[in-house]
């Protein structure tokens, strides 16, 4: 299985990004999910979906500023970040779990496959 993200970027505080991660290579991937990961800090989980798009799960704190979606015929999920904020600079990653169910974990060893990163940095 491969992830590929992309979408990061310079933004200024305030402003918006969206990231995409194209999975491939797999035969079941069940819940998707993003994490990041600031210099010197533990990587922590942003948000997750479920493989039927019915559950989702975020971090507290970017409720009602993230969107996490994702498009089976595409294989490909998406994470819309709006209202920036200079705290959500760091390395973005996608992650896949091949568990069959609807659980949408936010601990980093329930992912099988993770993307390689993409880069946000925000600007105040």
């Known amino acids: 299985v491969q992830l590929q993200a992309s979408g990061g970027g310079l933004v200024q505080a305030g402003g918006s990004l969206r990231l995409s991660c194209a999975a491939s290579?797999?035969?079941?991937?069940?819940?998707m999910g993003w994490f990041r990961q600031a210099p010197g800090k533990e990587r922590e989980f942003v948000a997750g979906?479920?493989?039927?798009?019915?559950?989702?799960n975020y971090a507290e704190s970017v409720k009602g500023r993230f969107t996490i979606s994702r498009d089976n015929a595409k294989s490909t999920v998406y994470l819309q970040m709006n209202n920036l904020k200079a705290e959500d600079t760091a390395v973005y990653y996608c992650?896949?779990?091949?568990?069959?169910?609807?659980?949408?974990?936010?601990?980093?060893?329930?992912?099988?496959?993770w993307g390689q990163g993409t880069l946000v940095t925000v600007s105040s």
């Open positions: 979906i479920s493989w039927n798009s019915v559950i989702t």
């Open positions: 290579g797999f035969s079941f991937i069940s819940a």
């Open positions: 992650a896949a779990r091949s568990a069959v169910g609807t659980v949408v974990p936010s601990n980093t060893n329930r992912y099988d496959y």
